[in-house]
Nanobody, 123 residues
């Protein structure tokens, strides 16, 4: 099992940047594929970005391509989401998730979830 704790959310002006972190417990973090999802109130949970074990093949939702960057530091058991050029429509609770199966944009593919961190982008 792995426990996930997100941090780094907050209030930012449109055009600004934030970096989210997701710290994982356990000694097998490098074996997990990690994903970032987001959910705004009343909406479905949407895929944002994902990264495989090595970090060489990230995956992004079209809505964030060119603005967000996912990365991981296996030595620190942490995955990051660098968010630049933020827009009001990026406002949501951001969740990190882990799986040992495959990199996927589908939330049911992930077995472990953090509690989320709120991001608010003011216009």
């Amino acid at each position: 099992q792995v426990q996930l704790v997100e941090s780094g959310g907050g209030l930012v002006q449109a055009g600004g940047s934030l970096r989210l972190s997701c710290a994982a417990s356990g000694r097998t973090f490098s074996m997990y594929i990690m994903g970032w999802f987001r959910q705004d109130s009343g909406k479905e949970r949407d895929f944002v970005a994902g990264i495989d074990w090595s970090g060489d093949r990230p995956m992004y939702a079209n809505s964030v391509k060119g603005r967000f960057t996912v990365s991981r530091d296996n030595a620190k058991n942490t995955v990051y989401l660098q968010m630049n050029s933020l827009k009001p429509e990026d406002t949501a609770i951001y969740y990190c998730a882990a799986t040992r199966r495959r990199l996927s944009p589908e939330s049911p593919s992930y077995d472990y979830w953090g509690q989320g961190t709120q991001v608010i982008v003011a216009s």
